[in-house]
Each structure stands twice: as C-alpha cells, then as structure tokens.
Nanobody, 118 residues
Framework: QVQLVESGGGLVQPGGSLRLSCAASGSILTIYAMGWYRQAPGKQRELVAAITSGGSTNYAGPVKGRFTISRDNAKNTVYLQMNSLKPEDTAVYYC????????????WGQGTQVTVSS
C-alpha cells in the first residue's frame, strides 16, 4: 500500500507565500510523475503543476511564474512553492503520484486547504 501525506497549507494574505510538501511512503518500486491538483468550492479539480522523475515540469497557465514544483527523489517527496498568492488560488490542494508497486497506478493525498484572504 502507498500513502501520500501532505503538509504546509494554511491561511495567507494576498501576495504572500506558502510551501506545500507531499511525502509518499509504502511498498514503492518506482515513482514516475508527481504533481498537484486543486479544487475550489463549486469548481472541478484542476491540474496545478506536475513533474516527471527526470525533472521536467508542467504548469497551469494561471500559476506560471508564481508557483514552482520540485521533488526530492531520495525522499519520495514533491514540493509546491507558491508565491504572489491571490484570492483565486484558494482551494483544497491534492498531491498525486504515479507509483509502481506490483502495477502502476495513481495515488492521491488527503488534500490540504490553502486560503488566500486579507
């Protein structure tokens, strides 16, 4: 079994910064892509950023230039540095990882709330 545990969410003022972390643990052979989605109230879950095992990254348009995704393969951990936060960034943020155990499938974290408000 694989578990993803997120941390780092909270309340921040507009223009502020937060750093999210997500650590994977369990019977992991290989982790391929890792990333973050978010879901705001009344909206569909959307991709925020993703990173391959080789370090290639992909960002959603609204966060380009403000968010940075990175990973530490030795720690099976993915990070999301969020700068210049806006109220529209308010959402529950979910990390995911494409993990090979016996077979390869996606696993999800429990979600962490990010609220941007003055």
């Amino acid at each position: 079994q694989v578990q993803l545990v997120e941390s780092g969410g909270g309340l921040v003022q507009p223009g502020g910064s937060l750093r999210l972390s997500c650590a994977a643990s369990g019977s992991i052979l290989t982790i391929y892509a890792m990333g973050w989605y978010r879901q705001a109230p009344g909206k569909q879950r959307e991709l925020v950023a993703a990173i391959t095992s080789g370090g290639s990254t992909n960002y959603a348009g609204p966060v380009k230039g403000r968010f940075t995704i990175s990973r530490d393969n030795a720690k099976n951990t993915v990070y999301l540095q969020m700068n210049s936060l806006k109220p529209e960034d308010t959402a529950v943020y979910y990390c995911y990882a494409s993990v090979q155990v016996a077979t390869t499938r996606d696993y999800w974290g429990q979600g962490t709330q990010v609220t941007v408000s003055s």
